[in-house]
């Protein structure tokens, strides 16, 4: 049976008699000065918590000014990241242009350039050309006739993806150094064209679009049928009437006009905003 | 069976029941009512007096279960911190000493579990000194007689810091404060069985420290 565990041996009790017989520890004086003096008067607490002054933005005068900031920081990031504005390279001919609804004269043209931002929709008259670039991304021939919503220039990390509309004539396109890495989209009555970076005509006739590409490759879908690759040296015409597409060679004459665009592309690549 | 609860940091707030015969006698020199109202309401008198009356023991259970006197200051401090911060929640029906034994406790423990710590006592093995005794006020007309008592003091306090945590906790709660097995229970949060078989523990463990070191 074993004892009561409070029922000390002799060992024990001398050892529980050692630690009666222990002095009171006591503090220093002047820490227990200290102390008293803090726990009366309340400091006790104001000198432990350690008030961390709050972060920056969560301060009163920072968080007022977060938003306006946030909106200054978008609109500045939006503002270097917009792609080059549409410059006028060359007005050719007589006759007046019409942009976005309102007349101007193709003699005028390189005046009238801030007229010509992407989304503005031109119409170019016979027997005239206007030659646009978008400082080293791309330069656009609009040809005598030809009527186009114009597309932005891609931008320079996001929105690289632009888009143009052709609703009749003759537009040619040509890519520059700065293009790389972004895609254009052009949409015809009767095709959408994916392109990323390449010399290439696209030319609206009354049967259908016609496609010829000079260098790279071209993505031709027809509205409502299939996508279909178009390299260089080719021309595929979707036709309106539903006849199935056709793939040939290119037109002798866009090879011609083409390769010029593409040979004189160092007088557009460097072309101001 | 009489009603007793048992305390944490914040006041009390754990019901149970006791042996009647557990615990110890009613503190005479304990704050009345009316001052502990008084404390409730941050009186600055109120707590002047409450600090003159509690701080050496809350400091001398913090010294004897550390051993420094740095940290037994820092855990002092924090007792009448909580104090002060508590200090609308005081009962003031009830004594007021287990409370403060329980936040000095919790505050030790905290410490125990500290790699601060746990390295302070890998240190300390190896100086194989304990720096207590040097820090105790000594009298000075009887030189020989310091001496021996220091080096008693240094002995028991060394074996002491020797004791796992839990006795050391019994065996200084019980027999340097004083404190009843009933009210080491509600202190420590085991019943008080255990905290009885606890102490007998640590006694055992302390005398075979000490035996033969004592004469």
Known sequence: MSRDPIEPTADERRAGDAVRALEAARPEPAFRARLRQDFVTGRIGERAVVRLSPPWWRRGWAAALAPAAAVVVVLLVAGVNRGPQWTVMAANGDGIAVVDGVPMPMPHAAEEARRLRAGARVQVPPGASLDLAGSGTMMMEIAGGAEVTLPATPGRWFARGVEAHVRSGTVRFSTGARFHGARLHVETPEAGVEVTGTTLAVICEPRGTCVCVYEGVVRVRAHGGSIESVSAGRRRFVYNDGRAPIEDAMLPGERTRLGEIREHRDDWQGGGR | ?215
């Open chain 2, 1 to 215: 069976v009489t009603e007793t609860r048992t305390h944490n940091d914040a006041g009390f707030v754990h019901r149970g029941t006791a042996h009647p015969d557990a615990g110890r006698t009613p503190d005479p020199e304990r704050p009345t009512r009316a001052e502990l109202e008084r404390v409730r309401a941050r009186d600055p008198e109120a707590l002047g007096a409450f600090y003159e009356r509690y701080v050496d023991r809350v400091y001398g259970l913090a010294h004897r279960l550390v051993g420094d006197r740095a940290q037994a200051e820092d855990i002092t401090q924090e007792v009448f911190l909580k104090v002060h911060r508590a200090a609308d929640r005081l009962d003031p029906e009830r004594d007021p000493l287990p409370w403060l034994m329980t936040i000095a406790h919790n505050a030790c423990r905290d410490l125990w579990r500290s790699s601060a710590w746990k390295l302070g006592r890998r240190a300390a093995s190896l100086d194989g000194d304990s720096p207590l005794a040097a820090t105790l006020t000594r009298r000075r007309d009887e030189p020989e007689r310091d001496l021996i008592a220091a080096e008693r003091e240094r002995l028991v306090q060394d074996a002491l810091l020797r004791l796992p945590d839990p006795l050391r906790v019994a065996i200084v709660m019980h027999d340097y404060q004083g404190l009843g097995h009933e009210e080491i229970a509600a202190v420590t949060g085991i019943g008080h069985a255990a905290a009885r078989k606890r102490y007998s523990r640590a006694l055992s463990a302390l005398a075979n420290l000490l035996r033969g070191r004592l004469e």
